[in-house]
Antibody
Framework: QVQLVQSGAEVKEPGASVKVSCKAS????????IHWVRQAPGQGLEWMGW????????RFLENLQGRVTVTRDTVATTAYMELSSLRPEDTAIYYC?????????????WGQGTLVTVSS | IVMTQSPGTLSVSPGERATLSCRAS??????LAWYQQKSGQAPRLLIY???TRATGIPARFSGSGSGTEFTLTISSLQSEDFAVYYC????????FGQGTKVEIK
């Protein structure tokens, strides 16, 4: 069965970086893209960016440009999201989600979420 | 594209019908999905392409609309349906609505 399993919770100080992983199983990794979505405490869902796991090209929300890096390892069938220069307002649950690459761009499977807390 | 959901909170009794709305700031054709999120859980896909139920989703959930106006209807609310519902457009990048909380009346 399709599964996306994310890495565990992180606590970081302001200015640091965090790297969250998303291990995919149960399907052909390079046939589906991986998106990253975050949810601040008590708030809604914010799309951050995505990576085409086939060609490795990534796209991000404009206001995150320069701070977010999304990569993938096709052998390990894992996607990674790294966020740098962390601020307290980056405190959120970060989710990965699967999407089609050629059409069908909705998110059909989600990871369990990774809580990232930014605090001094 | 800005997605606007209404109402913010919907109070409904079990067994009643719930109607949730989602409006797009420009046409998204039928590239619209609905997700359900229960407290402490990841979102779950309910509807895609505006009206197609995802695998395993009960028939009491239905979606309609195209262009800029969309509706999610839950025909007879069950206890497990009380949650927050988000619409999402995937026509031009990806954006979510702010969510509608369906609570017990």
């Amino acid at each position: 069965q399709v599964q996306l399993v994310q890495s565990g919770a992180e606590v970081k100080e302001p200015g640091a970086s965090v790297k969250v992983s998303c291990k995919a199983s149960g399907y052909t990794f390079t046939k589906y893209g991986i998106h990253w979505v975050r949810q601040a405490p008590g708030q809604g869902l914010e799309w951050m960016g995505w990576i085409n796991t086939d060609d490795g090209i990534a796209r991000f929300l404009e206001n995150l440009q320069g701070r977010v890096t999304v990569t993938r390892d096709t052998v390990a069938t894992t996607a990674y999201m790294e966020l740098s220069s962390l601020r307290p307002e980056d405190t959120a649950i970060y989710y990965c989600a699967r999407t089609g690459i050629r059409g069908s761009y909705y998110f059909d499977y989600w990871g369990q979420g990774t809580l990232v807390t930014v605090s001094s | 594209i800005v997605m606007t959901q209404s109402p913010g909170t919907l109070s409904v009794s079990p067994g009643e019908r719930a109607t949730l709305s989602c409006r797009a700031s420009q046409s998204v054709n039928n590239n619209l999905a609905w997700y359900q999120q229960k407290s402490g859980q990841a979102p779950r896909l309910l509807i895609y392409h505006a009206s197609t139920r995802a695998t395993g989703i009960p028939a009491r959930f239905s979606g309609s609309g195209s262009g800029t106006e969309f509706t999610l209807t839950i025909s007879s609310l069950q206890s497990e349906d009380f949650a927050v519902y988000y619409c999402q457009q995937y026509d031009n990048w990806w954006t979510f609505g702010q969510g509608t909380k369906v609570e017990i009346k």
